[in-house]
Each structure stands twice: as structure tokens, then as C-alpha cells.
């Protein structure tokens, strides 16, 4: 019915830049918000940013200043800008939306993940 599909992960080294991409599919009524979230190997998944319709943002403060979100509303689409990586952002990154289906059933899915590797 609904699915999330992440793209643009990979290997980049420190200081580098990678640009993640999540399209949201299927029987969507519409979409409050849309988000990232990243687990590294033996850690908790945590939060690393979050945007309304309207472009309403938040970060963790591990990111600020050096990710940037951005949605494209009619394309059912959030991106994240990752600049100056560290080897600290190694982690699987997820896309997170919180949507009304057409069936008005509101949830919040997750993408299947991308791995981003930053190596030193």
C-alpha cells in the first residue's frame, strides 16, 4: 500500500558530501511529516531531522550547521544534504513520514534504509 524508498547513500570519504533522496508511494491522502533517522552498528536508532509541509525544520545537534532537509510536497520526496561528513556519521539512514492513507489511517512508515560509510 505505502512505501518509502531511500537512494543516495554510499562510501564518501571526511569532509565529503552525499545527498539522500526518499520518495514516498502508494495510497497516500497526504503527509505531515517527513524525517531522517540514522542507526550506527550498535546503537539506537536517533532522530537527525525532521520537516513539515510548510518547510518547518529540526536537527539533532549532531548535524546542524552541516545537514540540510528539504521536501518536494508534490512529489511526495524529502532529501537530506550531508556536508562535511565525519566517520562518526557512518550509519544506516532512514526515511520516516508520517501520512494519512487514503483509507484516512494515519501512521508513520519507514523506508527499507541506505547506508552511508565515511571514511577517513
Known amino acids: 500500500q505505502v512505501q518509502l524508498v531511500e537512494s543516495g547513500g554510499g562510501l564518501v570519504q571526511a569532509g565529503g558530501s552525499l545527498r539522500l533522496s526518499c520518495v514516498a508511494s502508494?495510497?497516500?491522502?497526504?503527509?505531515?511529516?517527513m524525517g531522517w533517522y540514522r542507526q550506527a552498528p550498535g546503537k539506537q536508532r536517533e532522530l537527525v531531522a525532521t520537516?513539515?509541509?510548510?518547510?518547518?525544520?529540526n536537527y539533532a545537534d549532531s548535524v546542524k550547521g552541516r545537514f540540510t532537509i528539504s521536501r518536494n510536497n508534490a512529489r511526495n520526496t524529502v532529501y537530506l544534504q550531508m556536508n562535511s561528513l565525519k566517520p562518526e556519521d557512518t550509519a544506516i539512514y532512514y526515511c520516516?513520514?508520517?501520512?494519512?492513507?487514503?483509507?484516512?489511517?494515519?501512521?508513520?512508515?519507514w523506508g527499507q534504509g541506505t547506508q552511508v560509510t565515511v571514511s577517513s
Open positions: 520537516c513539515t509541509t510548510a518547510w518547518r525544520t
Open positions: 520516516n513520514a508520517d501520512l494519512v492513507t487514503t483509507t484516512w489511517d494515519r501512521d508513520v512508515y
Open positions: 502508494g495510497e497516500i491522502e497526504s503527509i505531515n511529516v
